[in-house]
């Protein structure tokens, strides 16, 4: 994922993580013993996972510019695969 991200990020695409587990200090010690450029977003109260309708960690989620879900991958996603480098190509295509 984080080699996706750093082909992709220059792009314009925004790629972060949702947590909806684990506490603020469990986030912070493991980013300690593994560093990641990807943005964690805490969700304690489980709104925007709900909102998602989050179910199964890990589940992906891809939105455009315009702020519209488009793809939903639900369970551990292959970034370096044909698929995802397909979707992420079509929806930079779209903005530029």
Same mark, same amino acid.
């Given at each position: 994922?984080?080699?996706?991200?750093? +082909?992709? +990020?220059?792009?314009?695409? &925004?790629?972060?993580?949702?947590? @909806? %587990?684990?506490?603020?200090? @469990?986030?912070? *010690?493991?980013?300690?013993?593994?560093?990641?450029?990807?943005?964690?977003?805490?969700?304690?109260?489980? *709104?925007?996972? %709900?909102?998602?309708? &989050?179910? &199964?960690?890990? @589940?992906?989620?891809?939105?455009?510019? %315009?702020?519209?879900?488009?793809?939903?991958?639900?369970? &551990?996603?292959?970034?370096?695969?044909?698929?995802?480098?397909?979707?992420?190509?079509?929806?930079?295509?779209?903005? +530029?």
């Amino acid at each position: 994922m984080e080699k996706f991200y750093r +082909q992709y +990020q220059p792009k314009g695409l &925004v790629l972060f993580r949702l947590n @909806t %587990k684990e506490s603020r200090e @469990t986030i912070r *010690k493991f980013l300690e013993k593994n560093p990641s450029p990807l943005p964690i977003l805490l969700d304690e109260k489980n *709104k925007v996972g %709900k909102l998602l309708g &989050v179910w &199964v960690h890990p @589940t992906s989620y891809w939105v455009d510019a %315009k702020g519209m879900l488009r793809y939903r991958a639900v369970g &551990v996603a292959e970034w370096a695969g044909i698929e995802a480098l397909s979707i992420a190509d079509r929806l930079l295509g779209e903005i +530029q």
